[in-house]
């Protein structure tokens, strides 16, 4: 079950943020709409406006709680899994997370700069696991434990670079080969110790490795061996 919140987390680019707004008489739960990526430690990145409520909210009390829904398309989504991240939220200025980020949400570039606009680390305690009917429990921060593999978060901007511009057909047939997604123009966002993430427009995918990655120099036999992969499907 923790690879399956593992998997959620960095499969979705979006999650809905539910804080506690500072009021007269007792505090308000509100729920808004945010984007995320997802650390190699499993830590949801967020970037913010001081403007908006939920901003106000965490610095008036940082615990937060980070929805990621897995329903989406399906005939009876209370079938479908779901998770609850809570935690605490921190603004950093960690630029690996910053770039991160971007890379997840290539759009978000236009108004990162903007001064009312900061990064967000949530630390998360325990996460609360529903995966359909009965399928349902609490898993704590230990358990939800990721993988390391040493160096590859130092590497990762690199990787993903060289894989875009030197491997676009590579990224491509993961895509099509391996996730049977359609459309061209596919790219890589991120990879860490379980997977990688991919990105084409407005879409997001999830490609998870067979086993999880041990050295960040361990993922360059890794890729080239699932286009070996993607090219034995065609």
Known sequence: MPRTVRALLRGLDRAALATALPADGGAWPYASLVLVAVDHDLSPILLISDLAEHTKAIQADARVS????????????????????????ERTTDERLKARFLAR??????????KDFHFYRVAVERA?????FGKIRWIDAAGLMAPAA?????????????M???????????ATKL????GADWRMTGIDP????????????RLDFDQPLAAGNEARKVLVALVGKARAAV
């Open 105 to 114: 949400h290539p759009d978000s570039s236009m108004y990162a700069g903007f």
């Open 150 to 162: 040493a160096g590859l978060a130092e590497a990762e901007p690199g990787i993903v670079e060289h």
């Open 66 to 89: 980070l929805l990621f829904d897995g329903t989406g398309g399906l005939d009876q989504p209370l079938t479908g899994p779901r998770v609850t991240a809570v935690g605490r939220a």
């Open 179 to 182: 996730l049977g997604l359609a």
């Open 128 to 132: 609360h696991l529903v995966g359909g």
């Open 194 to 205: 379980e997977g990688i993430d991919l990105r084409r427009g407005g879409a997001v995918a």
């Open 164 to 174: 875009n511009e030197d491997h676009s057909d590579a990224v491509q047939l993961y």
